[in-house]
């Protein structure tokens, strides 16, 4: 965690919208892409309180930055990333909408059957343009930057294992 000498000699951290913005980079398509912590499902994420009397938590980065720009999230409401690119956390990008909109936009079920050649970003962030993207035989599209770092680390994993034995 970064600390911050205070007024008075004593080090402190910094604010979460200081850690926020060190951790955000501005691309072309208007996308602030988020270049800190990414959770397993692609969204970003950042530790807001103090970690010295336990009230330290992480909290996805699309929502503070919802929360910090627009306001509070209205009851029985979730955020939704009208641009697709869950690295996202440009305040503009984002929506209050119910569950079963965020659903019906998003990338599961039949909804991402249907839009799958719309989707413009993988889950990490990575374009999905010409250059970027495997397809399979089945039409199905993907990544090849996470692709390549997926099969590297399999490969890491098996030869490992296999010398070992």
Request: aromatic share 8%.
């Amino acid at each position: 965690m970064n600390k911050l000498r205070l007024s008075n000699g004593r080090f402190g951290t910094q604010p979460p919208l200081t850690r926020f913005w060190s951790k955000v980079r501005v691309t072309t398509p208007g996308c602030w892409e988020w270049k800190g912590a990414i959770g397993s499902k692609g969204y970003g994420g950042l530790r807001v309180g103090s970690r010295t009397n336990g009230s330290s938590r992480m909290i996805q980065a699309h929502r503070f930055a919802y929360e910090t720009f627009v306001g509070p999230i209205p009851p029985g409401k979730e955020i939704d990333h009208l641009c697709r690119n869950r690295a996202c956390v440009n305040p503009s990008h984002l929506g209050a909408v119910t569950h079963s909109e965020n659903c019906r936009r998003g990338d599961t079920g039949i909804y991402a059957i249907r839009k799958g050649k719309q989707q413009t970003h993988c889950l990490r962030g990575h374009p999905l343009d010409n250059l970027n993207t495997y397809v399979d035989g089945r039409g199905k599209r993907s990544c090849k930057i996470c692709r390549r770092d997926n099969l590297r680390k399999w490969r890491q994993k098996h030869e490992t294992s296999r010398v070992s034995s």
